[in-house]
């Protein structure tokens, strides 16, 4: 039985590592992780009722770790296809991904992705910054060195709109983690072009850019600095290349209620509306 469940572990990691270096689906890799879960859970029943305690309780705490993982990335998954326009019904996928952080939390209240997952809905989904705020300073002192929860809590204050507390945490961020995902990048960006620092965030975009020349977010976000630096013509290309690749792409498919101060998701939809996104 402990071979049979390391040999099942360990194929969950192939999908899994490939997920964490970017190359991965979130579905696929959320599932993998579920139904590795719930195999090792049976495998505890198992070894408990053959009289093997102990490695019962050590493959009980694997079990629960790798369902708590599955509920934050399958989380994870819901908010991107709100982010993608690709979410038959944002406030399902929202109360959905909800739902699945809460039960992580409720499995492992250790376990900081799940409270800064939590905390950045409350903020950036539905309005409730102060409880964002909360839930980012719990994963926060949970995992202080942790270049996401660093990012993570940085882009919740982003929102929350306390732009001198989000920067210094963003730069430690990229400290920590120097060769980061994208969404490090494009919520930097946000927080410095709201800062009016708009040839750093330039900077940051591009670097999301060439990291993955096909993230459509990186190019919406670069839209948006680039026409409030008043450089309308590089604002067009950059809409351009959102509609490159995602043709049917609309300003109404974004979330409408990120930012506390609701004037800067209007000025974001009037800079995107001016280089030509419906």
Not at 108 to 126: K, P
Not at 211 to 230: H, I, K, M, R
Request: some cysteine.
């Amino acid at each position: 039985m402990v071979i049979a469940l390391l040999v099942i572990i360990t194929l969950m990691w192939i999908p899994l590592g490939l997920f964490y270096l970017g190359e991965g689906d979130g579905k696929t890799c959320g599932a993998a992780s579920g139904f590795v879960g719930l195999i090792v859970l049976a495998g505890t029943i198992i070894m408990f009722i053959g009289g093997d305690a102990m490695n019962g309780m050590l493959f009980g705490s694997f079990g629960v770790f790798y369902l708590t993982v599955a509920y934050c990335i399958l989380a994870g998954t819901h908010l991107l296809e709100i982010w993608l326009g690709l979410s038959k019904s944002p406030q399902e996928s929202v109360n959905r991904a909800i739902e699945l952080c809460q039960r992580a939390i409720a499995m492992d209240s250790s376990l900081a992705q799940a409270h800064m997952r939590l905390g950045y809905i409350y903020a950036a989904m539905i309005r409730q910054h102060d409880k964002g705020i909360a839930e980012g300073e719990k994963a926060l002192a949970l995992a202080p060195n942790s270049a996401d929860i660093v990012n993570g809590h940085a882009m919740i204050l982003t929102y929350a709109g306390r732009l001198n507390e989000a920067i210094p945490l963003y730069r430690e961020a990229l400290r920590l983690n120097p060769k980061p995902p994208n969404n490090y990048y494009r919520h930097f960006a946000v927080a410095l072009r709201e800062a009016g620092q708009y040839d750093e965030a330039i900077v940051q975009l591009k670097k999301a850019i060439e990291q993955e020349p096909n993230d459509p977010l990186a190019y919406l976000v670069l839209t948006t600095v680039y026409s409030y630096a008043g450089h309308q013509e590089e604002a067009c290309s950059a809409v351009a290349e959102v509609l490159r690749i995602r043709p049917t792409f609309h300003i109404e498919q974004l979330p409408q209620g990120t930012h506390r101060d609701l004037a800067i998701v209007e000025h974001e939809n009037e800079a995107l509306r001016s280089a030509g996104l419906l």
